[in-house]
């Protein structure tokens, strides 16, 4: 009897371990990852550079004192937004995420070549906007005559930009590229900001 039971152990035993090492042999397997090597982008003949001009709201500064009054006046640009939205005309390589993918997009063009520049976007065919921020700040003192008021008129130009782009993307795991491309839209820069100032006597 005590041979049987120890047979019948020692069998629980072997099977035991033989589960563990099914189990610690099983390769989950690994999800791709992506790399973009190379992105560019260029103008075809339906491609197109809009100018939108922007008119920001008057600033009204009144002096009801009998002498001259300075004020400091800063250029602000609340409001101004910047946009990017990707058109695929190809197809992504299979289970590529995008959630968390950036690239760079045009930040000017010279003799209809197209640069890059330090913004990036999301890859998405969604629109993507951030707030518009100034290279510079500007702050500037106005002095305002007795009894008067002085109304400060601004507008900027918006560059929207049509582009073509051309992006090259390569499985980390096996190397394979992967060539898409497709049409860019977006806000290439702000600029040509024209500033004018109204003066009026206060009743």
């Not at 039971?5 to 090492?21: H, P, R, S, Y």
């Not at 001259?68 to 990707?86: A, C, N, Q, W």
């Not at 008021?149 to 090259?168: C, G, P, Q, V, W």
């Not at 590229?177 to 009026?200: A, P, Y």
Request: glycine share 4%.
């Amino acid at each position: 009897m005590r041979r049987f039971l120890f047979w019948i152990l020692v069998c629980l035993i072997a099977f035991t371990a033989c589960k563990k090492d099914n189990h610690t042999n099983i390769i989950e397997p690994q999800s791709p990852t992506f790399s973009i090597k190379e992105i560019a982008y260029s103008l075809e003949d339906i491609d197109s550079l809009t100018i939108i001009t922007h008119e920001v709201k008057p600033q009204t500064f009144d002096n009801y004192g009998q002498t001259i009054l300075e004020v400091k006046y800063e250029e602000k640009y609340d409001g101004f937004l910047m946009s990017s939205e990707f058109e695929f005309s190809g197809s992504l390589p299979p289970n590529m995420d995008l959630s968390n993918l950036e690239v760079l997009a045009p930040s000017t063009v010279v003799a209809n070549k197209v640069y890059l520049g330090g913004y990036k976007w999301p890859f998405s065919e969604e629109k993507n906007q951030k707030p518009y921020v100034a290279n510079t700040a500007h702050l500037t003192t106005i002095k305002i005559p007795s009894k008067s008021k002085i109304a400060i008129y601004r507008s900027l130009d918006e560059k929207l930009l049509l582009a073509s782009f051309t992006m090259t993307i390569v499985n980390d795991i096996t190397g394979e590229s992967t060539v898409v491309k497709g049409k860019w839209r977006g806000t290439l820069e702000f600029n040509n900001e024209k500033v004018v100032l109204k003066q009026d006597k206060l009743d």
